[in-house]
T-cell receptor
Framework: DTAVSQTPKYLVTQMGNDKSIKCEQNLGHDTMYWYKQDSKKFLKIMFSYNNKELIINETVPNRFSPKSPDKAHLNLHINSLELGDSAVYFC????????????????FGPGTRLTVL | RKEVEQDPGPFNVPEGATVAFNCTYSNSASQSFFWYRQDCRKEPKLLMSVYSSGNEDGRFTAQLNRASQYISLLIRDSKLSDSATYLCVVGSGGYQKVTFGTGTKLQVIP
């Protein structure tokens, strides 16, 4: 059973287009994330949601808009795609924290490889 | 200074060798530390958490040095299947917000 799934796996599109990436987790987790991994393999947090509420919003162009219809889904919509948006986008999820915890293991989806031409 | 820094490598080691990676972090208030592993064109996966007292999981040993602000990962008796990129991960601010290092690439050679 797939724990964190993303669609599509590959996305090739022209500059200026608008595209969406979908993410779903069946782990019952309350927190979900979007990360961007660039060509230098640097993995950087973009957004995170806890129970459908935005809690982390890093310095990301406002062309990127996350949406969480429920706690099992976190989608990413990108407007007016640019060449620099080409990267692998990973969705991840983690359990809510228990008392005394600071962080939990994050489970990643397989990634969406976005190429902007 | 980057929040989390790692030597990118690659580290090319023969099978059976012992190899160690270090990672430094800049925020002295950091609370949680992890090593993740990422295979080529795959997603990162948790390898192990790093505890203050140090911890071991089979051939893997992780250590934390808060005074010098670094964590380390030691791999003994390297296997071909250990070839991957090892990501140092530090939690230091915000709800479950962690920062990933750029990774250290390990290649184990037959």
């Amino acid at each position: 059973d797939t724990a964190v799934s993303q669609t599509p796996k590959y996305l090739v599109t022209q500059m200026g287009n608008d595209k969406s990436i979908k993410c779903e987790q069946n782990l019952g987790h309350d927190t979900m994330y979007w990360y961007k991994q660039d060509s230098k393999k640097f993995l950087k947090i973009m957004f995170s949601y806890n129970n459908k509420e935005l809690i982390i919003n890093e310095t990301v162009p406002n062309r990127f808009s996350p949406k969480s219809p429920d706690k099992a889904h976190l989608n990413l919509h990108i407007n007016s795609l640019e060449l620099g948006d080409s990267a692998v986008y990973f969705c991840a999820s983690s359990q809510d924290l228990k008392s005394g915890q600071w962080y939990n293991e994050q489970f990643f989806g397989p990634g969406t490889r976005l190429t902007v031409l | 200074r980057k929040e989390v820094e790692q030597d990118p490598g690659p580290f090319n080691v023969p099978e059976g060798a012992t190899v160690a990676f270090n990672c430094t972090y800049s925020n002295s208030a950091s609370q949680s530390f992890f090593w993740y592993r990422q295979d080529c064109r795959k997603e990162p996966k948790l390898l192990m958490s790093v505890y203050s007292s140090g911890n071991e999981d089979g051939r893997f040993t992780a250590q934390l040095n808060r005074a010098s602000q670094y964590i380390s990962l030691l791999i003994r008796d390297s296997k071909l299947s250990d070839s991957a990129t090892y990501l140092c991960v530090v939690g230091s601010g915000g709800y479950q917000k962690v920062t990933f290092g750029t990774g250290t690439k390990l290649q184990v050679i037959p």
